[in-house]
């Protein structure tokens, strides 16, 4: 599939010292549901704010469908925006928030009310047409937001953190909606947010930003099985780091000696060395803890004393110290009511185990 | 005690010396105007009386009605251009100028000479409109006049301009606050749905700060309607306005039933121009964000 969005090279610094972008590439093919993720001040949000065209870049080019949209004004670029907070004009019905582009910019009269009916038949607020957005709830602004960036059918749509100002369940309803929105339309998505779960469900690609560069570009399944470096493991869910130096290389497996702890992990094709200094990322639900006078063949194995025992609902997170004094976490899920009963105490001598496979490595950058 | 009791008490307690003020200051001398507006002239008193003859002399008198008429155009001309000088410039502050300190340096110029004594302001245009004023010195110096003109000082142009001058940040204040309570995010989202700059300030940033340009006209129509410092200084016989014949009706001329009825009309006139403000603000007040 041919890109149809494509930023070159782009910097760009606010005042003098800060900058937003640094240098930033990447494209964005016809039809993916592409996440801009990371936290607040990664530029994640200057990116998208100059694909729209409220940002100019100081370097670089972005071209939209083929055409270079470096200098072109917000308001001749083919794409919409759903904005943070909606952004819907208040002194305007629903309708009229609607249709105000087709309206201005000059649509048949008869043309732009069948596109007003059809989007907002699309996300089902025909009912509250005729009302001021105040009067709507915070889901249906949402729609109501949707509804006018699609009514003029753009290329792109971009959303700004369309989810951050609802409630969590509503939140999870509409990570939903949206994604089916996406798949009937097949329009190309792209999503700014800073809410690791929702770039994980929502998108097809993830684009994990750290101080205005781009930290990983990958699927999300990619993103999280096989973070690329420490900040990546990090900002996308929970995990366990051992960092140290690889003391043997053995076909995809590498042992790495960090401190105390001697750990075999997944190579990841990194063509690593011995003498390498690299990071084991293993995730606390892909570890265990095993039975006393379990042998764990295969497994990494490591005594730890509980600290802690967290209740979460599904699973138990069960915060453990190592012989070294790190601190090693393991989820345990609740399956039965009674496996709780069955977990240590805290203060009780355990043993926990890994498997290799299940672990990421990836070159240590420090800190 | 209650505790909602003493809620009430303390409220009362706090209110009352301002109710007081005003109930003394404000609401007496009104009834009393009130009450003088029907009173008979009887010079050199008056008597008092029920009887509307006041206002139908008002009313009868082209001399009289001429006067609410003028200063009606006047307080309207002025409140006209003192929006198109602030509005430009509120806009211009809020929307164009990045630095937040420039903006409120700016900001603040406007402000400023409101510091300065009235009276003081009002008398500046005298010495450049006048006779031998800086305009007409400049326009000789540049050799666009070769004798002094009397054109700019004691017509209706003149007060204008004072007026407009004095008044101009009551008009400008309100303006700018509604600007800048306007997201910023709708602008950027009209020019997102394929609006123009133009346009977009015909249909989303001028409606959104009609509020802002209804109290600012109102409160500069009002002020200059009720002026009687710049008609005397720079408003010559043209320029007279209700105010001065109202003073002259209290002082001079000695017939206070005469200028209490006066009174009462203008009174009654800026009240309704208030209250109109006032539903048509809340009508188009719109819950922003």
């Known amino acids: ?103 201005v910019t000059g ?65 999870a309803q509409l990570r939903v909606e949206l994604k089916h929105l996406h798949e009937i339309l097949g329009l190309t998505f792209v999503m700014v947010t800073h809410d690791q779960t929702e770039a994980l469900v929502m998108a097809d690609r993830v684009i994990l930003m750290q101080d205005g560069r781009i930290a990983q570009d990958g699927t999300p399944k990619e993103i999280y099985e096989h973070p690329n470096s420490a900040y990546v493991a990090n900002f996308i869910g929970t995990t366990n780091l051992f960092h140290g130096r690889i003391s043997a290389v053995n076909d995809d497996i590498v042992t790495i000696s960090s401190g105390q702890h001697e750990v075999r992990a997944a190579a990841n094709g990194l063509g690593s060395s011995i003498g390498d200094d690299v ?58 009511p009674d496996t709780q009963d069955t977990l240590p105490q805290k203060g009780a001598q355990i043993a926990v185990g890994f498997a290799p496979v299940n672990t990421a490595t990836f070159p240590w950058e420090g800190s | 005690m209650k505790l909602s009791t003493r809620r009430k008490l303390e409220k009362y307690g706090l209110l009352s010396a301002p109710l007081l003020w005003t109930f003394v200051f404000l609401f007496i001398p009104y009834i009393l105007l009130f009450t003088y507006s029907f009173y008979l002239k009887n010079f050199p008193t008056f008597t008092p009386a029920f009887q509307f003859g006041n206002y139908a002399q008002i009313f009868a008198d082209p001399q009289y009605y001429q006067v609410i008429f003028r200063s009606a155009w006047i307080a309207g001309s002025v409140a006209l251009l003192a929006l198109c000088l602030a509005y430009p410039f509120a806009y211009f502050l809020v929307f164009k100028i990045r630095s937040s300190r420039i903006r409120m340096i700016l900001y603040m110029a406007v402000i400023v000479p409101l510091w300065v004594s009235y009276l003081l302001r009002a008398y500046t245009w005298k010495t450049i409109l006048g006779n031998e004023g800086i305009l007409n010195s400049f326009l000789i110096w540049a050799g666009i006049l070769s004798e002094p003109s009397d054109l700019f000082l004691y017509n209706k142009f003149s007060m204008i301009l004072t007026l407009t001058y004095i008044f101009i940040p009551f008009t400008m204040m309100p303006i700018y606050t509604a600007l800048e309570k306007i997201p910023r995010n709708l602008t950027e989202a009209s020019k997102d749905l394929g609006v123009g700059p133009f346009k977009t300030f015909w249909s989303v940033t001028l409606p959104l700060s009609m509020p802002g340009v209804i109290a600012g006209m109102t409160f500069t129509f009002c002020l200059a309607s009720g002026d009687f ?39 009654v006139v800026v009240l309704s121009i208030i209250s109109a403000s006032d539903n048509f603000q809340r009508a188009g007040k719109l819950e922003l964000g």
Request: aromatic share 4%; net charge negative.
């Open chain 2, 229 to 267: 410092v710049a008609p005397i200084l720079v408003g010559g016989p043209d320029g007279f306005m209700i105010a001065n014949v109202m003073t002259s009706q209290f002082g001079a001329a000695l017939n206070w039933p005469l200028g209490s009825a006066l009174a009462m009309i203008m009174l």
């Open chain 1, 279 to 336: 990071a084991v990322c293993i995730r606390p639900e892909k570890a265990q803890i095993l039975e006393p006078g379990a042998d764990g063949i295969g497994l990494n194995v490591m005594t730890a004393a509980v600290d802690e025992l967290l209740y979460h609902g599904n699973t138990i997170r069960v915060q453990a110290r190592l012989a070294s004094g790190a601190t090693f976490l393991v989820d345990v899920p609740l399956k039965t």
């Open chain 1, 107 to 171: 649509v048949p009269q008869a043309e732009a009310s069948q596109a007003v009916d059809d989007v907002l038949k699309m996300v089902e607020l025909t009912d509250q047409r005729s009302r001021r957005p105040h009067l709507l709830s915070g889901g249906q602004r949402q729609r109501a937001a949707l509804a006018r960036a699609l009514v003029r059918k753009p290329k792109v749509l971009l959303l700004d953190e369309p989810l951050s100002s609802l409630d969590a369940n509503l939140r």
């Open chain 1, 1 to 103: 599939m041919e890109a149809i969005i494509q930023i070159e090279g782009v910097t760009k610094t606010f005042g003098a010292k800060v900058v937003a972008v640094n240098d930033v590439s990447l494209s964005v093919k016809e039809g993916e549901f592409v996440t801009l993720l990371g936290p607040s001040g990664c530029g994640k949000t200057t990116i998208l704010r100059m694909v729209a065209g409220f940002e100019s870049p100081d370097h670089g080019r972005i071209i939209l469908g083929g055409e270079d949209v470096t200098d072109i004004p917000p308001y001749h670029r083919p794409l919409n925006m759903v904005f943070q907070d909606f952004a819907l004009f208040p002194h305007m019905t629903i309708d009229e928030n609607v249709g105000y582009g087709l309206k």
